[in-house]
């Protein structure tokens, strides 16, 4: 059984441990900071054998260097050169084994141009989607096009329902105040709301989700519903999906 555990990092992010079964090798991703990785190894006496990196920002990779001058790990990550210290560059149907499980790269652009996120269809399946992907919302455009973005969003939500969605960031809250505004009458998004509030009222986690969660709650991924498109085409272009999910990312960034 494969275990998923976050760590949290600079007040919002998570950094995800994979651990297979009781075993005391580990899988690191996406590790921002490396002092409270280091920490947890220290103290469960684990061994990090191997790093998943999805994009160049420093608060994905600010930990790397450290972690591999002390541990040695195998680090997989995406085709962009400037990311110091990646033993395996991948890109889109590449596929790789961590943990005892088979991981596809997904290309996700649209937060960045070398964003990539990892999925495997074990049971369950997992996502590590850094920040293309956020519970009930999305990674700003850093980089690329809101056109590549609705397309990166569209191929991540044509994954299983049960898919696990392990994203980088704990800002469930904040996005489903800017859903609840985008989709007000949807009853799954004040749901939602209510239960992230509790949670996060008692500092838990709101992640992972999922994917049929997602698409019932995440405007982003509900650009062709008629509520979602009636409440954006008060700020801006609703004649097609991509430009209503431009519309939706324009409002979303001054909400």
């Given at each position: 059984m494969l275990s998923v555990t976050p760590i949290p990092a600079f007040g919002d992010n998570y950094i995800w441990l994979m651990r297979q079964d009781t075993s005391p090798d580990v899988?690191?991703?996406?590790?921002?900071?490396?002092?409270?990785?280091?920490?947890?190894l220290e103290r469960d006496k684990l061994n990090l054998?191997?790093?998943?990196?999805?994009?160049?920002?420093?608060?994905?990779v600010g930990g790397l260097a450290e972690l591999i001058e002390r541990y040695s790990p195998h680090v997989i990550g995406p085709q962009n050169p400037q990311i110091a210290g990646i033993d395996e560059r991948v890109g889109q149907g590449d596929t790789c084994r961590?943990?005892?499980?088979?991981?596809?790269a997904m290309e996700v652009p649209g937060h960045t141009l070398d964003h990539i996120a990892f999925?495997?269809?074990?049971?369950?399946?997992?996502?590590?989607?850094?920040d293309t992907l956020f519970s009930a919302g999305c990674g700003r455009l850093f980089e690329g096009s809101p056109e590549q973005m609705h397309n990166s969003l569209q191929a991540l939500a044509s994954l299983p329902d049960d898919t696990l969605v392990f994203a980088a960031h704990e800002y469930t809250q904040a996005n489903l105040d800017f859903a609840s505004a985008a989709d007000p009458n949807n009853?799954?998004?004040?749901?939602?709301?209510?239960?992230?509030?509790?949670?996060?009222?008692?500092?838990?986690?709101?992640?992972?989700?999922n994917l049929g969660r997602e698409r019932r709650i995440n405007p982003f991924l509900r650009c062709a519903d008629p509520a979602v498109r009636a409440a954006a085409s008060q700020h801006g272009d609703t004649d097609t999906d991509q430009a209503t999910f431009a519309t939706l990312r324009a409002w979303k960034d001054s909400f």
């Open positions: 899988c690191i991703v996406d590790p921002g900071d490396a002092a409270p990785v280091i920490k947890i054998t191997s790093v998943l990196i999805t994009h160049h920002h420093h608060d994905h961590v943990m005892g499980r088979l991981f596809e999925f495997t269809a074990g049971i369950p399946p997992l996502l590590f989607c850094g009853p799954d998004v004040a749901t939602a709301l209510k239960e992230t509030q509790r949670a996060r009222a008692l500092d838990r986690p709101t992640l992972p989700s």
